[in-house]
């Protein structure tokens, strides 16, 4: 949905909508207007943007006069070349006042709200905008769908996008954006034919290609998969475009370069578009402050019912307060649930940023006086990682939400391990890597685990063994799906049991199994269950199966504490290294593969030993209660360990390095 990000000129190219489509759009605005009034906003922020103007002065026009619509545009568009974006706001806002009715004026106004996360000034100057241009004006009309799908206002948006697709239903940018809408709806389907009309109509732009593999991957469609990711790669490395770094992922064949060059393009598109000045001031540090107690701030929108959440909530709880006062941001849709409330009863403060942009979420942390702000988003959906750019805090760090980089001159550390992130692989990330003794993930050992079903209540057979994968389909790939149904045909009367999720992914994968010689009723899906309650029927299962080069994160360690052993490749990347340091963590190195062949050995040992999968299943059973990855006391005292760490290097010196907690670094 950031294709707005990208929009240059003041509009220019706009387009007044069809006549007999005029009722479609203008239902949308009545409704916005009845609750949105059209007055000015107050601007109340830096607001980044590039573009150009039908007014610039490279198009030759004589010099015109001082404060007309016309210098007053031109001095905006030279403001923002020189990353003046709040000047360049206030000389557009002026033209206004002055009485300009441009659609494109103020539709450029929407945009740099937008880009900024200023959506309720962006909505008014879009509604400002369509009135301008005679009630129906194209650019206007899509820069307000864009940004109602940004406040979560995801009817309206679809109907928005809806009245501008009657006029031009290959446009790529709406395309784009509504198959965005639909991923978050779940219709990856739906998503699927709306990035090949996107892609159809821009077949150069990287991001759509990418976007496209990734979400026919949601549906596991793998046709002629690896060539079209081979191709969509070898033009990313020809090319300087940027491709989502999330989605880059699972492209097959993507480098550890590839995967640090995605996110240092997306990065570099959100440091270009800051206001310089917006940047916030350094605090006065020295080394006496070097054992203060600290203000620790969490960045993020994920504290609901989300694997973010399990994992942290038992770590937010444990923080030491008298060395550590912790401050939540969040933007979170879902701000009633248990989960919830329970996170927000561990925060000494937690702060609903939803309706502040950018650059006033990064000067309110920067007032609170935070000394650590630690992003749980990264290149993720919903992220405001560009609130970290505008540097609110001393120190800034990554954790969890985002394996791998995040390409950010930004973010001072990445909080890893020496399995995700080998020493020698340091070149793989811009951050300086903060290391944890054990695994990088925390968890929570105080989680509950649900009465065990009957195997007949959860759609299993009474008899045979029960391998499972409990990833989202994204991360089955055919060689992944090639391993598996080897497996179950050899281990005969086994089963594989995975998650429905909606859409065709399960009929896809019925057919893939069907075409390698297995049954498609040896595929079992079971629902979306609350958590609790997948925890209890997990313990029906007897070998959890990772995923590569995505690695299962949150599941491997729901597998583990279920007493279900994991069986994992590792690869070259932090994101495909993951279950191996979960695992290792455990205490279970044997289950760590070293290449396809013996991944699938071992999984076939275990399914065909009955004693040796029993004294494993023991092992992890003891793991829950012995083992480093299920001690939470244990896991925050060496994360806080690592914080301290990042602050001494900060107020002491020397400049921010690699840290290795409990070390003398």
Known sequence: MDAIAGQHGYCSGGFRLHRSLQHHLAAVVASLTDETPLVVPQRSGPSPGKGGSR???????????????????????RAEEQGLRDQAMALLERAIERGSRSPEVACKIAVLNYQVGQYTQALDWSLRSIAFGGGLYWEGGYTLAATLQKMQRYREALEAYHSLLLLRPDEPRVNRNVAMLCTRLGLRSEAVRYLERAAAAEPQNLATACDLIHQQLFTNDWRDLELRAARVLARFRQSEQPMPAFATFALPGATAQDLRLAAVRQSQILEKNLDRRAILPSRTLDASQAERPLRVGYLCSDFHEHATAYLMARMFELHDRRQYRLYG?????????????RIEAAFDVLRDIRDLGDAQAAALIHSDEIDLLVDLKGHTRDTRLGILAYRPAPVQAHHVGFPGTLGAGFVDYLVADRIVAPVEAQGQFTESLAYLPHCYQPTDDTRVIGPRPSRAA??????????CSFNQPYKIIPAVFDTWCRLLCEVKASVLWLLAWVGPAADNLHREAEQRGVDPQRLIFAPVAPQAEHLGRLQNADIFLDTLPVNAHTTASDALWAGVP??????????????????????????????PEDYLRIAKELATQPGRLQQTKQRVQRACHESPLFDSERYTRDLEDLYRRMWKRKVCGPPAASLIAGSAS
Do not use: M, N
């Open 566 to 595: 994991v069986v994992t490749l590792p690869g070259q990347t932090f994101v495909s290294r993951v279950a191996a340091s979960i695992v290792s963590a455990a205490g279970l190195p044997e289950l760590i593969a070293r290449d």
């Open 55 to 77: 007014h610039s002065r490279k198009h030759g026009r004589a010099k015109p006069a001082p404060e007309s619509e016309a210098s007053l545009v031109d001095g905006a568009l």
């Open 329 to 341: 941001y969040t933007w979170d849709s879902d701000p009633a649930g248990p989960t919830r409330q």
């Open 458 to 467: 959860s759609g299993l057979p009474e008899q045979g063994v029960v391998f």
